[in-house]
T-cell receptor, first 114, second 115 residues
Framework: GENVEQHPSTLSVQEGDSAVIKCTYS??????FPWYKQELGKRPQLIID?????GEKKDQRIAVTLNKTAKHFSLHITETQPEDSAVYFC?????????????FGAGTQVVVTP | NAGVTQTPKFQVLKTGQSMTLQCAQD?????MSWYRQDPGMGLRLIHY???????DQGEVPNGYNVSRSTTEDFPLRLLSAAPSQTSVYFC??????????????FGNGTRLTVT
């Protein structure tokens, strides 16, 4: 089955700096890679996703890159703000059929200090 | 739409007790699933369903049962609670279809403590 590794487990950045979280996956059939943000005591919420036919996607200060050959994908947050402090999860899924399951990374605790 | 609704929000059980965590969605999603979240271990899949009458095991199914009698509801049953089942439980659903990529939508979670 799919295995997703996520690094680092914790990330401390100064406000205004960039943050990068990296994930690797094992199943070459995986074709969909969402990223979730979870604030303390809240549910995970989708912030950005990328499909296997795309190498990069941006949404304002957030971007995701995908390297299918190396089987890794990364989340980039630019100009970090205190409200970016949260736990971020990457996930990989093979969703060609309706049985596609999501495998999550262990999460990255991001702390943005003013 | 209310999205994915979970009840209760908090629950304390004694070892050996049973209970059902409720999950309902109003988005007409075929796929529903249950995850548990433990510190440092991310989200682990317990059971999932791709439609009424169809369920399957995930990564950590032991100690849990599920059923899917309707598209909307997907309850999770703990038959005999154990302290190892202390966790935060999330229900999640998504659209399905051949070639269709869609994200999971999560409920607000149930924090379960087994003493």
């Amino acid at each position: 089955g799919e295995n997703v590794e996520q690094h680092p487990s914790t990330l401390s950045v100064q406000e205004g700096d960039s943050a990068v979280i990296k994930c690797t996956y094992s199943d070459s059939a995986s074709n969909y890679f969402p990223w979730y943000k979870q604030e303390l005591g809240k549910r995970p919420q989708l912030i950005i996703d990328i499909r296997s036919n795309v190498g990069e996607k941006k949404d304002q200060r957030i971007a995701v890159t995908l390297n299918k050959t190396a089987k890794h994908f990364s989340l980039h947050i630019t100009e970090t703000q205190p409200e970016d402090s949260a736990v971020y999860f990457c996930a990989a899924s093979e969703t060609t059929d309706s049985w596609g399951k999501f495998q999550f990374g262990a999460g990255t605790q991001v702390v943005v200090t003013p | 739409n209310a999205g994915v609704t979970q009840t209760p929000k908090f629950q304390v059980l004694k070892t050996g007790q049973s209970m059902t965590l409720q999950c309902a969605q109003d988005m007409n999603h075929e796929y529903m699933s249950w995850y548990r979240q433990d510190p440092g271990m991310g989200l682990r899949l317990i059971h999932y369903s791709v439609g009424a009458g169809i369920t399957d095991q995930g990564e950590v199914p032991n100690g849990y049962n599920v059923s899917r009698s309707t598209t909307e509801d997907f309850p999770l049953r703990l038959l005999s609670a154990a302290p190892s089942q202390t966790s935060v439980y999330f229900c999640a659903s998504r659209r399905t279809g051949t070639g269709y990529n869609s994200p999971l939508h999560f409920g607000n979670g149930t924090r379960l403590t087994v003493t």
